[in-house]
């Protein structure tokens, strides 16, 4: 099971994606994750994107590809993954389409998580809050500022890919405002029908 979680920040999808990881046995392959994995690894490509990133510049497309056709070539990703904040615009689409097609494979499906912008605003302040409340420290992403910037560049860059993928019928939608386990069975539904 091949799957890509769209939706803007704050949907929930790191939480989707964990609950799947746990009922499915699939990694979630987040690409921050992947390039810090690659750098440390000291990979041909974790090196290019060490050397980008050092020189204090945004990793290109072909680095960060790369990086993820590195990851889908590992073993625990033989029965699938769940792709997280990738791919995030439609050249990174087409090279995902064009990765999976070089080893034989395909996206079972892209699920989108429906939310109302001014009650993410609202879930970023409340996240904000209980991380304060506990003591732990306020990512730096949870400030209505920046967070709006955030879906700012989320709708100009990402939001394309919507109808990327609803033209190839791999799209499903689920309404991402309701409870955490309604959202999970929904996509469990989605998931049951392909």
């Known amino acids: 099971m091949r799957l890509i979680l769209l939706g803007p920040p704050g949907a929930g999808k790191g939480t989707q994606a964990q609950i799947l990881v746990e009922r499915h046995g699939i990694p979630q392959l987040s690409t921050g994750d992947m390039l810090r994995a690659a750098v440390k ?8 994107a060490k050397a980008v990133m050092d020189a204090g510049e945004l990793v290109s497309d072909a680095i ?9 070539d590992q073993p625990d990703c033989a029965n699938g993954f769940i792709l997280d904040g990738y791919p995030r ?3 990174q689409a087409d090279a995902v ?25 609202g879930r970023i302040v409340k ?5 304060q409340s506990a003591g732990q420290p306020v990512r730096k992403d949870d400030n209505p500022e920046v967070f709006e910037e955030r879906l700012r560049e989320y709708y100009k860059k990402t939001a394309p890919l919507t109808g990327y993928y609803y033209a190839k019928g791999r799209l ?19 998931l049951r029908s392909i």
């Open 41 to 48: 690894a000291e990979t041909e490509v974790g090196m290019r």
């Open 64 to 72: 960060v590809n790369a990086i993820v056709a590195e990851r889908i």
């Open 89 to 91: 615009t439609l050249a």
């Open 97 to 121: 389409e064009d990765m999976l097609a070089e080893r034989g494979l395909k996206l079972d499906a892209v699920i989108e998580l429906l939310v109302d912008d001014k009650a993410l605003v």
């Open 127 to 131: 996240r904000a809050q209980e991380a």
């Open 172 to 190: 499903h939608t689920v309404d991402g405002m309701a409870s955490i386990s309604d959202v999970t069975g929904r996509i469990e539904e989605v």
